[in-house]
């Protein structure tokens, strides 16, 4: 029975065991033995396979615990994507903030300013538009009949609050009777007032053709003058007239500031103006001065053509990708082309003589004075 103990001798883990049964044994062996430095040297003892185990499984057991909270950052992490989903959709929010300010835009434009549109843009647009349109009528001429510079200055009195179809019908008969300023200077004033009739405000227009043709013969021997200067003092011309006569009738380049071409320049941005000397200027500064006088048919033909006050025919524009105001009227092409006037809507033009270019370009001539 003593063998088994020498036997265990050999194992440094036997050797200690016994003791601890001893001293399971012997409680009083066994307290002793508590104190002694051997019993602390037992926790090294721990180490044995059973005591890496232990540890193993106390280092598992933190490891367990790292992944534990790995486990519970991995839906965190999860979840922050789902927080920050809100930030992600912030930019999708703000594009349709800035496509309603762009959509809100052309109704500020309509009336507004040039906004931050430089001048160098505004320039280029305003002269892009002139030739677009100068492609759209090629013809493009004063549409008021005349033979010289007098039946020109006289019509365009004459077309003042009605429409040079309305004169051209009338001065056929005016001209026919009193074909030069001494004649008509010395006319019956009831006489020309029957005549001019038809055209409105016929007694204050008769009192300022016959009042030019008296200054035509007691100021300028008869002639109409050349200058801006000299055209003005004339009874009811003003830069307006002195400009349609000076460009057509004298080649001298001038800008026709009507109703049409008021309306059009505002609508396109290139001034705020509303007095016509102003838009005269401003506009006046968009264009090299040689362009003036055909600038001016061109925007006077559209005006009466197309982009009309009321219902400007957006849907057939040939201009509408450069016009702010583009949707102040009919957009649909089908209806917009019904409002196209004159011979882009296939009706006859203005003038009873017009010039062989709009003939050959497809247009009509009107009709005389109670025809058809």
């Not at 059973?50 to 992944?67: N, S």
């Not at 912030?90 to 300013?113: C, D, N």
């Not at 400009?243 to 500031?257: D, H, M, Q, Y």
């Not at 506009?283 to 055909?294: I, M, Q």
């Amino acid at each position: 029975m003593k063998e088994k103990p020498t036997a265990g001798a050999g194992g440094a883990g036997e050797d200690k065991g016994a003791p601890a049964k001893k001293a399971a044994a012997d409680p009083a062996r066994a307290s002793a033995a508590r104190k002694t430095s051997p019993e602390r040297k037992t926790s090294p003892e721990k180490k044995t396979p059973a005591g890496k185990k232990a540890a193993a499984g106390k280092k598992t057991a933190p490891a367990a615990k790292k992944t534990a909270p790995a486990g519970k950052k991995a839906p965190a992490k999860k979840t922050a994507p789902v927080r920050k989903a809100p930030a992600a959709k912030k930019p999708l929010v703000a594009p349709k903030k800035a496509t309603a300010s762009v959509r809100a835009a052309p109704a500020k434009t309509v009336v507004g300013p040039a906004g931050d549109e430089s001048r160098t843009a505004l320039v280029r647009r305003a002269r892009r538009i002139n030739r677009e349109l100068a492609e759209v009528f090629p013809y493009a001429h004063p549409e008021l009949d005349f033979e010289n510079p007098f039946q020109l200055v006289v019509a365009t009195v004459l077309s003042a609050q009605t429409t040079d179809l309305r004169v051209n019908q009338t001065t056929p008969a005016l001209f026919a009777k009193y074909p030069t300023p001494e004649d008509l200077a010395a006319a019956n004033p009831e006489e020309v007032e029957e005549i001019l009739r038809p055209t409105g405000f016929f007694r204050a227009k008769t009192r300022s053709v016959m009042g030019l043709s008296k200054a035509l013969v007691e100021d300028f021997g008869g002639e109409v003058p050349g200058r801006l200067e000299d055209l003005v003092k004339l009874p009811g011309v003003g830069r307006k007239t002195a400009f349609v006569v000076l460009g057509n009738a004298f080649g001298r380049p001038g800008i026709t500031v009507d109703t049409h071409f008021q309306r059009l320049v505002r609508r396109w941005r290139w001034t705020e103006e509303t007095d016509p000397d102003k838009i005269e200027a401003a506009v006046g500064a968009l264009f090299p001065k040689s362009d003036w006088t055909d600038l001016s048919h061109h925007v006077i033909w559209h005006g009466r053509r197309i982009c009309h006050a009321r219902k400007p025919a957006c849907g057939a524009c040939p201009i509408a990708p450069l016009c702010p105001a583009y949707g102040e009227g009919e957009t649909d092409p089908e209806k917009a082309k019904k409002l196209l006037k004159y011979e882009k809507g296939g009706l006859p033009g203005q003038r009873l003589k017009p010039p062989q270019s709009y003939l050959d370009a497809g247009g009509r001539p009107a009709p005389p004075l109670g025809a058809g």
